[in-house]
T-cell receptor, first 114, second 115 residues
Framework: AQSVTQPDIHITVSEGASLELRCNYS??????LFWYVQSPGQGLQLLLK??????LVQGIKGFEAEFKRSQSSFNLRKPSVHWSDAAEYFC????????????FGSGTRLLVRP | DAGVIQSPRHEVTEMGQEVTLRCKPI?????LFWYRQTMMRGLELLIY????????DSGMPEDRFSAKMPNASFSTLKIQPSEPRDSAVYFC?????????????FGSGTRLTVV
């Protein structure tokens, strides 16, 4: 069965510092992979996605993520964090079959110190 | 495009009352999903529809919950009778036909409080 693990519940970084949020997945083949961001009181917004090709994908708001098959990981990164990046981040896995379901991780809450 | 539209944004109701949450998906999106988000359980898929037909409702917690999609532009999630443990944020999401790499587009959610 598919599963997604986000091992960090909270992460605090200083504004301007770099950021890496971890995501590990369990799936029998290469899945579709997504990162979503949820600002307080808002729905989830798609940051980026991977489905094939270049393992380093670029997203909105200066985020990128790297797919590493050998580690079953899809970590999210940003070189310099802004205060407005404070939010909750969700990694998700989608099957490459007809189920059409996305399985979400438990989320990582990012706090940004001024 | 106005995106996925949910109403109401906030709902406060008394235990035992019926609650109806509404969702308008993006036009042309053939899939519609209802999720529930709580601190304890995170994001849970409750049910999803394809072309207005319920495909998988295995996430619906109990018979008090029901969902309908009478046409391509409208869906409801109903809780009758409501209980305090139903308090959560309920999200609707939609996506087009085709493989999963489109991802979902989420609405802003309905925050339900049952007192």
């Amino acid at each position: 069965a598919q599963s997604v693990t986000q091992p960090d519940i909270h992460i605090t970084v200083s504004e301007g510092a770099s950021l890496e949020l971890r995501c590990n997945y369990s799936y029998g083949a290469t899945p579709y992979l997504f990162w979503y961001v949820q600002s307080p009181g808002q729905g989830l917004q798609l940051l980026l996605k991977y489905f094939s090709g270049d393992t380093l994908v670029q997203g909105i708001k200066g985020f990128e993520a790297e797919f590493k098959r050998s580690q079953s990981s899809f970590n999210l990164r940003k070189p310099s964090v802004h205060w407005s990046d404070a939010a909750e981040y969700f990694c998700a896995v989608g099957a490459r079959d007809s189920s059409y379901k996305l399985i979400f991780g438990s989320g990582t809450r990012l706090l940004v110190r001024p | 495009d106005a995106g996925v539209i949910q109403s109401p944004r906030h709902e406060v109701t008394e235990m035992g009352q019926e609650v109806t949450l509404r969702c308008k998906p993006i036009s042309g999106h053939d899939y519609l999903f209802w999720y529930r988000q709580t601190m304890m359980r995170g994001l849970e898929l409750l049910i999803y529809f394809n072309n207005n037909v319920p495909i998988d409702d295995s996430g619906m917690p109990e018979d008090r919950f029901s969902a309908k999609m009478p046409n391509a532009s409208f869906s409801t999630l109903k809780i009758q009778p409501s209980e305090p443990r139903d308090s959560a944020v309920y999200f609707c999401a939609s996506r087009p036909q085709g493989v999963n790499y489109y991802g979902y587009t989420f609405g802003s959610g309905t925050r339900l409080t049952v007192v």
